[in-house]
């Protein structure tokens, strides 16, 4: 035996370790080290080419690029005032001042017009019909009543016409029928008017949707642009909150299979011997197929994955120990880097709620731990819901 050289050996073993375990240990970093920033990017590079091509073409026609961005300025703009100011001073004075929207119509000259008509139609029927009793002349002018006239007017042109011409009766109806289209085109502008004034508010409204759906998307698009793109592996409020969902989920998963779990049924065995009596003696022969293993002993998984404690509290072993520190760290780790996406008054509440988990507040079983996680569930409302589909920051 080279005593020596073993000695020497043993030495060059010390000395070197630390570089074996540091190689070993950078090796199996590698293989859970994340892809590099442009592999987690690469849809980037496909649109470097177009923005590279554009960027290349406004540098070299400066006129073309001002007279397209002239265009697009003009037709945003055009939209914003028919679609968000001009609504909005009208929602605004609809609420907040005493400002009517300005009529089509005058009312003041509908009214006139239907006097005038009114005057002129008993003026007419008293010549015209001189025995007619002015209550009845009066109420026919008072309706309007222009039956009469339509039949003395198809009279006048059918039969003597130059003559009813010449005496005026003839352009006398004419003004009369003129006078009743008049006070009639008056009358259907004040109705569109009220129309106008009773539907004009959902009209307002319902022209603001489309500026509010573009705003959205804009938003949605350049907020998912800026996480895709920008640095920091900054993320936004629905991933930073679906992450934090899957942690306590696994939490839940492995406490769930570790809370009193049945013993496991006795092992299968395959290709065991029977024996089998033949002609007065015993033989052996194979067993075809899987049978239960009725002589090994039953193996608890209290045993195997969990701890029995003498008041006959169920605890985790090591390695769920280790599992659950990891996730723990884990969820820390989002909830300190992302502190902003949560409110103020859950950060302390979901710090103690970590540590009841570690069990740094004192021992917990596995029932307290899901116990704290079942409380979690039904306090924090990120978890509960699936995600905020309109959130804008």
Request: glycine letters at 6%; aromatic letters at 10%.
């Amino acid at each position: 035996m080279d005593a020596k050289g073993m000695k020497e050996e043993v030495k060059w073993l010390e000395g070197n370790m630390p570089r074996f375990m540091g190689q070993q240990m950078e090796r199996r970093y590698l293989r859970l080290k994340g892809l590099n920033y442009w592999r987690r990017r690469w849809y980037c590079l496909l649109f470097l080419p177009f923005v590279v091509g554009g960027v290349y073409r406004c540098c070299r026609n400066e006129e073309w690029f001002r007279g397209v961005m002239g265009r697009v300025f003009t037709k945003v703009g055009k939209l914003w005032v028919e679609h968000v100011v001009e609504p909005g001073v009208y929602i605004y004075n609809e609420f907040f001042t005493s400002k009517i929207r300005d009529k089509i119509t005058d009312k003041a000259a509908l009214l006139e017009t239907r006097s005038a008509l009114t005057r002129m139609l008993k003026g007419w029927f008293k010549d015209q019909y001189p025995d007619m009793s002015s209550i009845k002349i009066n109420k026919m002018a008072e309706n309007m009543d222009v039956g009469l006239i339509e039949k003395e007017f198809e009279k006048g042109v059918t039969t003597n016409t130059m003559r009813n011409v010449l005496t005026g009766d003839i352009v006398r109806m004419c003004l009369i029928e003129m006078q009743f289209l008049k006070k009639e085109l008056l009358t259907a502008m004040d109705a569109m008017d009220d129309l106008m004034e009773a539907n004009e508010f959902n009209l307002r409204v319902s022209s603001m949707v489309p500026a509010f759906i573009g705003m959205y998307s804009l938003s949605w698009f350049f907020k998912k642009v800026y996480y895709s793109v920008g640095p920091g592996g900054r993320q936004s409020r629905e991933v930073v909150y679906e992450s934090f969902r899957n942690i306590v989920l696994d939490i839940e998963r492995l406490l769930v299979m570790r809370d009193d779990p049945p013993p496991t049924p006795a092992s299968l065995q395959v290709g065991k011997w029977k024996e089998r009596v033949r002609s007065g003696s015993i033989e052996k022969e194979p067993m075809v197929g899987l049978s239960f293993d009725d002589e090994g002993e039953h193996q608890d998984p209290n045993k195997l994955n969990s701890t029995t404690t003498n008041n006959g509290t169920i605890t985790l072993n090591e390695n769920d120990w280790g599992m659950v520190i990891l996730l723990l760290h884990e969820a820390r780790t989002i909830l300190e880097t992302n502190k902003r996406r949560f409110a103020r008054s859950e950060l302390p509440s979901l710090r103690e709620d970590l540590a009841e988990i570690a069990g740094e507040r004192g021992p917990v079983s596995v029932k307290q731990q899901l116990q704290i996680v079942k409380r979690m569930s039904r306090t924090y409302n990120f978890l509960r819901e699936i995600g905020d589909e309109f959130d804008f920051f």
